[in-house]
């Protein structure tokens, strides 16, 4: 066992979301069996009393991992020495709330967490967004903590949009989520995002899921068109209903694709295969450079973070519907640097 324990700082620690992953990575589910945590929770002050209380359950639990936890409502002391940062808390958009306002509150929250990152972080340390809208979020924070952190160690999650794909596929073609590789996010994380399985197999040969779908759909015509119309939308609005049945949010569904995030960046995907993330884009595909934008993904470990996997064909169908995604993106990165932010 490692003996030298990992600071894990989690942002909004009071929360439904941060309450279900804190649980997780204290029992080893996100870094491993052998590597001891020190928990740091970062609330607002009107969510202390949540976060304290969710501390003194964790002490309750008497994880063999988890060293310590801490819970505060000062940004230089949640993050001083975090090797792993979760950016969960964010400004939920209300009723009636335009989206140029939702930016300017994020970039609130976002700017002064990244300065505190770039200030006290470990040298090493790895971001991830969950907060919407996660994509510029991250943007923002990126920004904030430059030129002490690099930029390309800021992520945004969206694999919780590949599990989704990756669940919806599963029960149309009856398959276990491990007989499924190669799906694919582009863009942002929003409805204009792009669930690509053009590149996706099933089982462990080549079998590409667009054929098993056209054979069990009458053709190639036909499984595009379900693709489109029902599992392009169904993915890209799952949250809004779940929403609808649970009367709630998305919460553990949300905490367990950031440990999947974080668990895969940290320690590696396997080579023959990728999972999907939004990283800071170097030109890749033609996206703009800058952007946080999800793309195919895999891993080499810590040191090495996210890389895009690059050289994939894309037909004319995938390239209008990624740019669509991108312009998104690119008119939210304009709105925050007409707020000053960038």
Request: hydrophobic content about 45%; aromatic content about 4%.
């Amino acid at each position: 066992m490692a003996t030298e324990p990992t600071t894990v700082t989690i942002t909004g620690g009071g929360g439904q979301i941060g309450y279900a992953l804190m649980f997780r990575i204290a029992a080893g589910d996100m870094l491993g069996p052998d590597r001891p945590v020190r928990l740091r929770l970062l609330e607002i002050p009107q969510g202390m009393r949540a976060a304290e209380g969710a501390a003194l359950e964790l002490q309750d639990c008497a994880f063999p991992l988890l060293t310590d936890v801490d819970v505060t409502d000062d940004p230089l002391t949640a993050f001083n020495g975090t090797r792993i940062a979760m950016l969960v808390g964010a400004r939920p958009r209300t009723a009636g709330m335009e989206r140029g306002d939702l930016l300017a509150a994020n970039a609130g929250i976002f700017g002064p967490q990244g300065d505190a990152i770039g200030a006290v972080a470990d040298d090493g340390v790895r971001v991830v967004v969950v907060g919407n809208p996660a994509n510029t979020n991250a943007l923002i924070a990126a920004a904030s903590a430059s030129p002490d952190i690099p930029a390309e160690r800021f992520t945004a999650l969206t694999r919780l949009d590949h599990n989704r794909a990756v669940g919806q596929l599963t029960e149309k073609l009856g398959v276990g989520a491990d007989q499924i590789e190669g799906v694919a996010i582009w863009g942002n994380h929003s409805a204009s995002q792009f669930p690509d399985v053009t590149h996706a197999v099933v089982g462990s040969g080549d079998t590409m899921v667009i054929d098993v779908l056209a054979e069990r759909l009458g053709g190639h015509e036909a499984a595009t068109a379900w693709l489109d119309d029902v599992f392009i939308p169904r993915v890209a609005k799952r949250g809004a209903e779940i929403i609808d049945v649970r009367g709630s949010s998305s919460v553990a569904s949300a905490a367990n694709a950031a440990i999947d995030h974080v668990r895969d960046e940290q320690l590696g995907t396997p080579r023959r295969t990728w999972t999907s993330a939004a990283v800071v884009s170097r030109g890749e595909y033609g996206v703009p450079e800058g952007l946080v934008c999800s793309f195919p993904v895999r891993s080499r470990g810590h040191e090495h973070g996210y890389e895009v996997v690059e050289g994939l064909d894309l037909d004319d169908r995938s390239r209008a519907r990624i740019a669509a995604s991108v312009d998104e993106l690119v008119g939210e990165r304009d709105a925050v640097r007409a707020l000053g932010v960038l």
